[in-house]
């Protein structure tokens, strides 16, 4: 009968929608949607084929109603097999080189996990807390974030990755050798990747972008947030769960958080029916909620709950031309930003130049506020980047600003937030999109530009017609340290500048730049100049003629040998960044005149007519960062003493000799008198002293907010200081103390606990040193990583348990080390081996029954090692624990146990 043969066409249809092949082709044709819709209609097809069975024998009409949805059965069908080949054939042929280059392993590796939801509703919130949670993140060996936004670039995003997981600095040839790297850095790692705001909904360059992550290990996962829902569907995400407002009881309490400090506001009960209003004009948003609670922070008077609750601003009708997101959240941020105070009002419209997902440093966006005059001292009693940097505070603690999901001290802006910033800048506040041609630029005071690779001529003969124009930014979005090159020719710079005479801010960052041209030297508004990572050789002399210039930062500049002499006229300047400028040798007279000074990261001392260390005395407010180099020129401890370095407010201290025989005595006093504050110090790092023993200071407990101590090359030093008193250390770095033998007492010289805050410790090139014991009850508590390289006579290590100890590193050492740190560290993860001197089979037995914990095996330069394992059966056991072994220039017969 028709009805069977329909009904029995159409089982057929069934099946080939519901083949694996047939459904990848079908989300990288872009036709899912479609194919799922006919499903849905064969299936009421089907339902009407039921009960039509009967009909058909009795009733004409239907019989031929039926004949003719056979017929379209049938041309269904032939189109499903057309489709159905062509899915059969991808899945038999490489789709491309890139594929085939890639070659592709098992889709199965890694999931995705969808988090999608409109904006302000806290997806980037739950990625994030899902992304930082101890347990969570410790199920994998690789991370990595990257915003996405609007902006699908997949080399951007593929190389953010790769410098995330890598740490390299890396430059590649196409986008195929950068996947190939990546692949590499993956391979059978399991990885955490989480892909947030990804608006692009093209499904084949998905495909591309993920062809690298196949590589990693069974169980890696990708969150992606987003609010599009046609890329997760053609994923295969059929039913999404979105990611639901808040019910109303949770906004209630979310809100009564961020207000009043307390989850529930029963305690308030005039003010619940208020807050109950308010929560559903925020539409249950967390975003809207959190903005509008920290508006009303600490505040209990009824008359401003019923200000915010009746503003006119909830049936505001002016949005802007943005999201329909962005339409539901606009009352609420902007009632948040219309009660800030109007100096903290510019601040926040400011950030407009910064496109979304920028990564912003606190102290980076103060200066360049600073520069603005935006920070104009009003209070004798704070300094005006004191004031900046409360004002940052505040617009954080109302939610304009929030911590960037990665362990960096670095902020972003919510891309709604972003959106309200550009809303609320109007004419006076640019960044460039490439329309800039086609607008009217005369009426911006404030531009920025996004960084290119080349930047072309043409894209800013628009800013000349800005002749009002105070601010130039050239900013970047992605990786904050991002390795990229972009290039800028000069003879944008030498035209650009004689046009922009009113410029009080002025950033080149990062560009390709080898000289500044001489030009700079008329814009005598500039306030801040920010020339850092460039290629530039010295400055011009007419520098000398920014008589305003605040700010000058030449950090990165690796090129950089020299600085003008007219450099001690800048009278104004408060911030002078060089860190990281290696072959500038010398510093120009007259800097310790420059009395506003706060910020001097490098000082060269140069010894008789040149830059001495009492230049410091008079630079009261010195802060921050400091690097003393050529400290052995320094002729008498009274010089060092004038410096006065205790009372400026130093947090990361270098001091640095040269490499160079000393006098003992006098190194020690040198020291002695440098001593830095102790409530301020956070970093130390002393290079090349070539004093026997170090002054008391080091190591006092004293300095309780002291991090982290790396003592390098101090050759002559018998002893180290009682470093294990101090409370807050977490990093220690000894390397190169030639004349060290014993290390016991000295590090602690009590009995309590030693070391309670130590996380990382490290030995290195310690060519003498023999013993390394202890007295301490509790030693080491919560060290986490140790590792000794280079310490070939060191013979006996008598240390109690370290149950906290995951990675082991032991390079260059006598097997004698390895046995007693495997034996004492014996619930460590993770153990790297590098020629270890006597480690035979017999030694590596003793030494493997410690290694119960142990998920992650590297053997290097172990030629006396024959065989990981005593015997087969042993081997096969460690093989179903899954224990990532990794093998590097070692002999047959042990690479050969392990297969």
């Not at 004419?427 to 911006?444: I, L």
């Not at 020719?489 to 560009?511: A, G, M, N």
Request: charged share 25%; with cysteine.
């Amino acid at each position: 009968m028709a009805e069977a043969a329909a009904a029995a066409l159409v089982k057929v249809i069934f099946q080939k929608l519901a083949d694996e092949a047939f459904k990848r082709y079908a989300r990288s044709q872009n036709i899912h949607s479609e194919l799922k819709q006919l499903g849905s209609t064969l299936s009421q097809i089907q339902a009407l084929l039921n009960d039509a069975s009967d009909k058909e024998i009795t009733d004409e009409s239907v019989r031929l109603w039926l004949n003719s949805l056979q017929h379209l059965a049938y041309d269904i069908d032939d189109v499903l097999d057309d489709v159905a080949t062509e899915a059969m054939h991808r899945e038999l042929t490489p789709e491309s080189e890139a594929s085939t280059s890639m070659d592709e392993p098992s889709k199965e590796n890694f999931s995705v996990l969808p988090i999608v939801g409109m904006g302000g509703v806290g997806k980037t919130t739950l990625a994030r807390f899902l992304y930082n949670d101890t347990q969570v993140k410790g199920r994998f060996e690789l991370h990595a974030w990257v915003c996405v936004s609007d902006d699908f670039d997949i080399s951007k995003i593929t190389k953010t990755i790769f410098q995330a997981v890598s740490n390299e600095n890396k430059e590649f040839a196409d986008l195929n050798q950068l996947q190939l790297a990546l692949k590499e850095k993956l391979k059978e790692k399991r990885f955490l990747l989480v892909l947030d705001d990804v608006w692009h909904e093209n499904f084949n360059d998905w495909e591309n972008l993920v062809l690298p992550f196949h590589s990693g290990a069974h169980g890696s996962k990708v969150i992606m947030t987003s609010r599009k829902e046609q890329l997760l569907k053609m994923l295969g995400f059929d039913n999404l769960d979105h990611l639901e407002t808040l019910s109303s009881e949770d906004a209630l309490s979310l809100f009564a958080v961020h207000a009043l400090g307390v989850d529930n506001l029963d305690s308030h009960p005039t003010l619940r029916p208020k807050g109950e209003r308010i929560v559903e004009k925020c539409g249950r948003l967390p975003l809207a909620l959190k903005a509008i609670g920290r508006l009303l922070r600490a505040k209990t008077d009824e008359e401003k709950w019923d200000e915010v609750l009746n503003s006119k601003i909830w049936d505001s009708k002016s949005v802007g031309d943005f999201s329909a997101d962005w339409k539901v959240i606009f009352p609420a941020l902007m009632l948040s930003y219309h009660e800030l105070p109007a100096n903290l009002k510019r601040l926040f419209a400011y950030c407009s130049l910064f496109p979304k997902d920028y990564l912003f440093d606190r102290e980076e966006l103060v200066l360049l506020w600073l520069g603005e005059g935006f920070l104009n001292k009003s209070n004798a009693a704070k300094s005006p980047e004191r004031l900046g940097y409360e004002y940052f505070e505040e617009l954080l603690s109302r939610s304009f600003f929030q911590q960037s999901p990665n362990e960096e001290p670095l902020f972003v802006m919510h891309d709604l937030m972003n959106d309200l910033a550009t809303f609320v800048a109007g004419e006076f506040f640019s960044r460039d999109d490439n329309r800039m041609a086609t607008e009217d630029v005369a009426k911006y005071r404030h531009m920025s530009f996004i960084r290119d690779e080349y930047v072309a001529y043409h894209k800013f003969e628009a800013f000349k017609r800005a002749k009002g124009l105070r601010t130039l930014l050239a900013v970047y979005v992605g990786v904050h340290q991002s390795w990229n090159e972009f290039y800028l020719s000069s003879k944008i710079l030498v035209d650009l500048h004689p046009e922009l005479p009113l410029l009080r801010v002025l950033s080149l960052s990062r560009f390709s730049i080898s000289e500044v041209p001489n030009s700079i030297g008329s814009l005598k508004h500039l306030r801040y100049l920010n020339l850092s990572e460039t290629d530039i050789k010295e400055l011009p002399d007419n520098v000398g003629n920014l008589y305003n210039l605040e700010t000058l930062i030449v950090f990165g500049c690796k090129s950089l040998t020299q600085l003008p002499k007219s450099f001690s006229k800048l009278k104004k300047l408060r911030h002078f960044d060089m860190r990281d400028t290696p072959r500038l040798k010398k510093l120009p007279l007259g800097i310790g005149e420059l009395k506003s000074l706060q910020t001097l990261t490098k000082i060269i001392i140069e010894g008789h007519g040149g830059f001495a260390l009492t230049e410091l005395k008079g630079l009261k407010d010195l802060h921050g960062e400091i690097s003393i180099k050529g400290l052995n020129k320094v002729q008498s401890s009274m010089h060092a003493r004038e410096a006065k370095l205790s009372l400026k407010g130093i947090d990361k201290l270098e001091l640095k000799w040269d490499d160079v025989s000393g006098r003992e005595t006098l190194e020690k006093e040198i020291l002695n008198e440098l001593m830095p504050c102790s409530d301020k110090l956070k970093m130390l790092e002393v290079k090349y002293y070539k004093g026997i023993e170090f002054p008391n200071w080091v190591g006092d407990p004293s300095f309780h907010q002291l991090v982290h101590v790396s003592l390098r090359g101090c050759r002559k030093c018998t002893s180290l200081p009682p470093l294990g008193q101090l409370p807050s250390l977490k990093g220690l770095l000894i390397q190169g103390m030639d004349d060290l033998k014993v290390i016991s007492l000295e590090l602690s010289r009590t009995t309590d606990v030693t070391f309670p805050s130590l996380e990382i410790l490290s030995f290195e090139d310690m060519s003498s040193w023999k013993v390394w014991s202890t007295n301490s009850d509790v030693m080491f508590p919560r060290l986490r990583e140790l590792q000794i390289k280079r310490c070939p006579n060191l013979i006996d290590v008598s240390l109690e348990a370290l149950p906290s100890v995951r990675v082991l590193r032991i390079e260059g050492c006598g097997e004698s080390v390895l046995r007693s740190l495997a034996q004492s560290a014996s619930s460590n993860t993770k153990l790297k081996i590098r020629s270890i001197l006597g480690l035979t089979d017999e030694v590596w037995r003793g030494v493997i029954k410690y290694l119960g914990a142990v998920e992650e095996l590297c053997i290097q330069n172990c030629d006396e090692i024959r065989y990981l394992w005593e015997s087969d059966a042993e081997a096969s056991k460690e093989r179903k624990r899954r224990m990532r072994i990794t093998l590097g220039a070692i002999s047959y017969h042990l690479l050969r146990s392990w297969i």
